[in-house]
């Protein structure tokens, strides 16, 4: 239990931008609108919108500033009020950056944590402490090699193989299933990176489509957009086979045990019947997940008065779709793999 809390704590502190502000004061804070001293709807470039000027005071009642809110072009103006809490950027001119929302995220971080832990009980908490060590490989060694200027392929296989064993384990056991998701997801990951490879060259996909991605390159000169958009494809593939690799493993392993198949084909057609199902439902499930994170483009797609087979050439639209394809292709994969590998293991 002591092992939850601190990786709890560990969450909140990765969440909240306070102690990173605190940090780091001449940047910002944060704070309080505690009074209006004017609003009105005022013309900016011959277009109408709401203008205030606010006194904002910290969150710890250190310091209290006047600041002016909507006297710039802006394509959305939020209309603040008396207690929402805000960042305060004060580098260059003193404004409001955004809205507060750790509270929010820490709150649903807690009720994420509590139906975990009380549902999944034990096997939940080595999940947590699963997720806790992705998220130091992925931020303390993956992301800071990539910006160093090192092979973002390169950096995300050796990423992806020490994640892959460790978390299986954690999250599953050191047992026979596990081992067997392993190495099916490592030989499916490895699939995936080639296939990733190969259409982003044919493709002629530069890594540029995005306005971050773009902004990105302009910053670091040295990194490699095209490897940074495939060590994407492959770390997003590496998120849906946990699942079906350690399903198709377990499959065979009740089929061996409760069924008494002793062959390996017949353990390997019987549980391909099952994983067929799992096929479908998780190819559906990654293409939905896919859309939701790329909505906005999506929208621009539906809204496009250009024909389709123009529209898909467009990079934004392409990239999206290898990754989504290869993603696809990865999870189709894993389950003849997976299902093989364990039908062939020695009992």
Request: with cysteine.
């Amino acid at each position: 239990m002591k092992k939850i809390l601190v990786l709890l704590t560990l969450w909140c502190w990765i969440i909240n931008p306070k102690i990173v502000v605190a940090k780091n004061p001449s940047v910002g804070f944060q704070g309080e609108v505690v009074e209006i001293l004017e609003e009105k709807e005022i013309e900016v470039m011959e277009k109408k919108q709401w203008y205030q000027k606010l006194v904002v005071e910290s969150l710890d009642k250190s310091q209290k500033v006047e600041i002016e809110n909507g006297n710039d072009p802006l394509a959305n103006v939020v209309k603040y009020q008396v207690g929402d809490q805000v960042v305060i950027n004060t580098e260059g001119e003193t404004y409001i950056a955004d809205f507060v929302r750790s509270k929010a995220l820490v709150w649903l971080t807690i009720i994420f944590v509590g139906l975990l832990m009380g549902i999944a009980g034990s096997r939940g908490a080595w999940s947590l402490l699963a997720m806790g060590v992705t998220f130091l490989v992925v931020f303390w060694f993956m992301l800071p090699r990539i910006l160093a200027g090192d092979n973002p392929v390169v950096i995300a296989i050796l990423s992806s193989l020490f994640i892959i064993p460790v978390t299986f384990y954690m999250s599953h056991g050191v047992n026979r299933k596990t081992t067997i998701a392993i190495i099916a997801s490592v030989i499916t990951l490895i699939i995936a990176a080639i296939l990733g490879w190969i259409f982003i060259k044919l493709g002629y996909l530069t890594g540029l489509s995005s306005e971050e991605a773009g902004m990105l390159a302009l910053d670091k000169s040295n990194l490699q957009m095209r490897g940074v958009l495939l060590a994407g494809i492959v770390i997003g593939a590496l998120g849906v086979l946990d699942d079906i690799t350690v399903s198709q493993s377990a499959i065979v392993e009740e089929l061996a045990t409760t069924a008494g198949l002793k062959k390996a084909k017949d353990l390997y057609n019987r549980s391909m019947v099952v994983g067929k199902d799992h096929i479908t439902s998780m190819v559906n499930t990654l293409v939905l997940a896919y859309a939701g994170a790329a909505m906005p483009l999506m929208l621009i797609f539906v809204n496009n008065p250009h024909p389709f087979g123009e529209i898909i050439n467009y990079e934004m639209i392409a990239e999206e779709i290898i990754r989504t394809l290869v993603g696809s292709i990865a999870l189709i994969l894993a389950v003849p793999i997976s299902s093989f590998i364990a039908a062939n293991w020695k009992r």
